[in-house]
């Protein structure tokens, strides 16, 4: 961790970059410290670590060079070879005229330069221009201390022209016949602060975050845990970090981690995935997870990141509205229901006058001294026909007016449309239309809840209906069709020839009590439009031709939508 | 009492299937003949028996409305009574098919009395309805044999004027009056000056249209 100081900071300086995150280090007194710097550098070359650590510690032999003299030391030549090989970038420069008295190979190539092009110019021609008297200053600082180490940064021209920011190590060495010179070693640090920032901001947002993250190793042994880790899951870091995660989880969801474990190793990322897991005290906690590999330089899955959001609170909320747009759809479809007593009442009269009256006639033909027992026996048998029809409307009815959990099931959504169809027929009937039916016979089987469904197709229609009460009766055109949509899905279109709508604003149809009609609630479209998203369909309007509109909606087929 | 001939008919429009034949069994069954039709339409177009007869009818049928039913039956002079069958109690619409003189407006699903006893008394109306309109036929034939000075000199015996006045009136002698109204009392079969009253009513005469 190189602490980032800010004395000496200089306004402009780099005025091209981020200046208020760049710090000048200046006037050292603890020495080259270049070798914790960079671990990269370390990492690189035992040699330079050599140099340095014999720098560092000898820090006071340099001082007293006599002291220095006595110990047995690497020879002149010895220390031109680590000079050289060293990754570093190494500058001799004369203090007073910033010559480049030599440079390693390594600090002319890091410039575009071979080692030649520089010895004998000025050290400054490197420097960008508006650091260079900084630059000057600071080589000039060196000889003021001789023997410490300064540090600074300045900005550096490559040879190609892209400016490199450099951090400079300098140390005036008292050289032949009392001429001291500057030996600067130079790090790239272009680029790093960045790094540092970035490390640093994820490192907050880890230990701020809402949610819980953790890493594991590849077995499930937890490698760091997070506050809010502790906050969601009750356990602390110093309990968890070691142990396996499966404390956590529920013993019937291990298969589950199995799962999630063999994923990981093949690179694969889990997200928002939804399940349980057990907090210390017990409780059971939903958790929405997100689960990533963890990758090793060297490219390995080494381990996992678990990002685990508490959605306990958010899937109450989800169950409490699903049950109120439940409840709101069951209102709106009892309230359309109710608006069609008249007719729903006509469709169950009409088998029960047969009934009666043929019950009425069967009666007589058994009666007197010679009962028709042929015509008796087709009166019952009338009777049975019509008790069955009275039975079926029935049984519709009852169907969209229960006050039951939706029930998802595979269904042929031409069977919906035409049970809605025979509980309008009379509606249809007393309004003079005769409706078109087109129903594609190739359809796949759609996965749905019956009752919603066949509430959307009803408040279509009946919305048809209604659109074309105002026109004459010969106008009337009703068009209800199912055709297959895409590769699977299904598409279902309600045709009327009424007025239409306002094209400008088609959406505000959808809108809850947006409503054009006397009595209308305004709720019929709003409640469909939910139904059919909470299906993954799409139910939208648009102008029919040569008038009227034409409402349509989609749903996939079953098997897009198996779990 | 009535020749067998004359066996009255129902007429049963309804576009709903158990309706028709469940109501038509029902008639049928109590020895009335039947003839049923899906819509106001088809029973137009039918050749009708003449027999007495009525009509029972969905109120709410598609297309023209039973109302407007009666209507075009009374245009097309078509009177046979009709027996209203509703879905639902729809009480101004019932009073508007009483007032065009429908016989009964009848909620489904129908008693079976007040359907029998409906229909029985639209027969009675309208075998009344066809003995009168039998009447008229015969009077207005019985009128058409009359001169035209007989017809000049009816209008006046029926509102009660003396011969002598009707003699002024027509600038005839009172003894021409007097064989014409012997005449038109034969020719009329009228037993009495009242009965002759009560023909030229029937027929629509009044002093006044003369």
Redesign the interface.
Known sequence: MRPIRRRNRRRGLYGNRQSGNLGLANGDADGFDFPVISSQMTELSEAAGIVALQMNRDNADIENKKGAAEAPRPSEGQWQQVFEHSPAMYFLVEATSTTVLSVNALGASQLGYRASELVGHSALDLVFEEDREFARKNIAACLDTLGQSNSWEVRKVRKDGMVLRIREYGKGIPWSENQPIVLIASEDITGRDLDELESSRLATIVSSSDDAIITKTLDGKVTSWNASATSIFGYQASEMIGQPITRIIPPELHGEERQILARLARGERLQHYETVRIAKDGRRVDISLTVSPLISRSGKVVGASKIARDITATKRADAELQQARIEFARVARVTTLGELTAAIAHEVNQPLTGLVSSGNACLRWLAGEAPDLEAARRSIERMIRDGTRAGEVIGRIRAMMRKSKPQRDSLNINDAIMDVLALLRTEIHRNDISPYIELSNDLSLVWGDRVQLQQVILNLIMNAIEAMSGISRTQRRLSISSVKDGRNGVLVSVRDSGPGFDETAPDRLFEAFYTTKENGMGIGLAVSRTIIQAHCGRLWAMPNAPQGAIFQFTLPTDSEHEP | MIAREEQPIVFVID?????????G??L???GLGVQSFGSTQDFLQSMRPNAPGCIVLDV?L??PSGLEFQRTLTESSIQLPIIF?S??GDISMSVKAIKSGAIEFLT???H?QE?LDAVQAGIARDRVRREQDKLVAELRERFNSLTSREREVLPLVVTGRLNKQIAGQLELSEMTVKVHRGQIMRKMRAKSLVDLVRMADKLGISHEKS
């Open positions: 576009d709903d299937a158990s309706v028709r034949e469940g109501v069994d029902l049928r069954s109590v709410r598609p297309g069958l879905g639902h489904k699903p129908v079976e359907l």
